[in-house]
């Protein structure tokens, strides 16, 4: 067990605070937002964590019933399903961030296709056609929610599709497709927001600028999407069949599992997310930039997001990204998810912060704790270690301390005792809200309950009082320059202390 001890100073200069994590949200595809218990897991989301947008595949395909081709190059469009996933996030104070995608067949000019609810990936077979359409659907959207509303809203152009697997075509194919859309978006309204090119492993940024200024088209803001476990098929010109063909052999080679060379492969370091997002900053220069998919592993399922070690990811990203980035939206924000077939269990290393029945999980917990910070911040502390910390003011007076203990798999970690010295602050009590092997996780408990697939009534209600944040008191040492006072933090644990 370590010691450390930190120090901040209460009278320090306090800047601004965006709370740019909570600014949108990610969930599977379109059509899972008409479902209610969809829509009863983002109510919550908004109220605990503040998630004001939210991002999702496959808008225009046609499980959405979209576009209908009666005849050839006759073309019909319906917006209702749209319009009853729009009309209910206006309804409890979110509002879209429009991913555009992916094809429907109608304009299709091929029949490649993703996921089981088989997203259309190929380009439009008439680009005319297209153009029509997108501006058709934004002069519909101005209609329906007024231009005030709109004018608010993001439109993003595709999916990854730098990827093979979302995009049926080459770089200059994204650039034609990106120019279309952008430019039927504008005829819609000048004033709406449109943006790209949404890739994987932070890619195409500079070349996207470079094409959009040398040709005056419009950017508004540009995305793209990491994973600490970014692997060789995002990373370079390796198709998906030949690098498992090379996984199963280097398994067979070491006497090893598949999985076991799958994760070396994906093997990253500490701080890595940071990394990235500096270098695309960075790209970006004077455009905004947006991170419309992150989370702390790319594999479905992968039991990492189930856990504690996830939670103190996240919450050292986020304190190591303020100031780098617009958006960090995390994908996704339930385990209602479609992408594979329904995995089984109610824990079983999905992408979401809530399981499939609504129990929030650890890093769910993290992001409500990030939340309830304040929006000053004080000046940074230096990280220790594996610990680090940010101080803020509370909006209702006092502090707020969020601190992690965070350290990648198999890497040495261990419980830290930990002193903070707070100069010029006075508090008569404190508290603090934990996050670790025994607080806040109800993946925990569901592996000592045997795992149960189908658990019953009493199962989820001791499911869900174990993930609940407890706040507990903590000492407060008067001292002669200030306050200071003890906690422990076990490995890639979170905790968030309240003085005042």
Partial sequence: MGNLSFYADADAPRTNLEHYWELCVGSCHGYTALREDYRNQLRKAHKDIGFRYVRFHGILDDDMAVVQEPEPGVYRY?????????????????????????????FASGTKTCFPYRGNITMPKDFE?????????????????????????????????????????????????????????????????????ATALNAWIEELIAYCEKKEIPLDFVT???????????????DVET???????????????????????????RGVLTEM?????????????YYTEWNTSANLPDDVHDYPYSAALVTKTVIDNIGLV????????????EEHPQHIGEFH??????????????????????????????????EQGTVGMLMTAAENGGLRVLAYNQQIEDEPVETEEVVLTIAHAS???????????????????????????????????????????REEPLAVEQTGEGVRVRFALEPNAVALIRLG
């Fill in 427 to 469: 508090a008569a009590s404190a508290t603090i809200v934990r996050i670790d092997e025994t607080h806040a996780n109800a993946r925990g408990l569901w592996d000592e309950l045997g795992q149960p697939v189908y658990p019953d009534a009493k199962q989820m209600g001791a499911l869900y009082e174990a993930s609940m944040l």
């Fill in 224 to 238: 793209s999407h990491h994973y600490p476990t970014d692997d060789p098929l995002w990373s370079g010109d390796v």
């Fill in 277 to 289: 997002l500096r270098g695309a900053n960075r790209e970006a220069g004077r455009y905004p930039l």
């Fill in 349 to 382: 290393g999905g992408f979401g912060l809530q399981t499939v029945h609504g129990i929030p999980k650890p890093t769910y917990r993290a992001f409500e704790l990030l939340h309830q910070l304040g929006r000053e911040q004080y000046p940074q502390i230096p």
């Fill in 129 to 197: 056609a297209w153009d029509a359409f997108i501006t058709e659907m934004m002069r519909h959207f101005i209609d329906r929610y007024g231009l005030a509303e709109v004018r608010e809203w993001f439109f993003e152009v595709w999916n990854e599709p730098n990827l093979g697997f979302f995009f049926a075509g080459s770089q200059q194919d994204y650039f034609d497709l990106y120019e279309h859309t952008a430019r039927a978006v504008k005829a819609a309204d000048p004033s709406l927001r449109v943006g790209g090119p």
């Fill in 78 to 106: 319906n917006f209702f399903n749209i319009d009853c996933i729009f009309d209910f996030l206006l309804s409890i104070g979110m509002r879209p961030f429009m991913e555009i995608g992916f094809m429907p067949e109608a």
């Fill in 243 to 269: 690098f498992f063909q090379e996984m199963i052999a280097r398994a067979k080679e070491n006497g090893t599992t598949l999985e076991e060379e799958h994760k070396k492969a994906q093997k990253y370091h």
């Fill in 326 to 337: 617009n958006a960090y939206s995390f994908w996704t924000f339930t385990d209602i998810f």
